[in-house]
Nanobody, 126 residues
Framework: QVQLVESGGGLVQAGGSLRLSCAAS????????MGWFRQAPGKEREFVAA????????YYADSVKGRFTISRDNAKNTMYLQMNSLKPEDTAVYYC???????????????????WGQGTQVTVSS
């Protein structure tokens, strides 16, 4: 059984930083693209960033480019999202997700991803 577990969310002031982690277990993720999505109340789930597990290619939403950095530690089967210069509009539940690279046709599209974590709340105060 595949499990994705996020951690690292919390409350931070605008301009601050947080680092989210996503621990993966249950199978080898070397052929998976891993992504972060977020969903604010009353809004649709939106793409934040993604990374290929073995190749290290990265993808970012325009809204977070230059502020967020996605990375992974293959030895620990863990993915990270370093979030700097946080803004109140970054407030959302952040989800970790995994998609089979061989079947993905559009990395930023949430329904391309098969496995999801439970989410972690990030709140940025102004």
């Amino acid at each position: 059984q595949v499990q994705l577990v996020e951690s690292g969310g919390g409350l931070v002031q605008a301009g601050g930083s947080l680092r989210l982690s996503c621990a993966a277990s249950g199978r080898t993720f070397s052929r998976y693209v891993m992504g972060w999505f977020r969903q604010a109340p009353g809004k649709e789930r939106e793409f934040v960033a993604a990374i290929t597990w073995s190749g290290g290619n990265t993808y970012y939403a325009d809204s977070v480019k230059g502020r967020f950095t996605i990375s992974r530690d293959n030895a620990k089967n863990t993915m990270y999202l370093q979030m700097n210069s946080l803004k109140p509009e970054d407030t959302a539940v952040y989800y970790c997700a995994a998609a089979n690279w061989a079947r993905v046709t559009n990395v930023p599209v949430w329904n391309e991803y098969e496995y999801w974590g439970q989410g972690t709340q990030v709140t940025v105060s102004s």
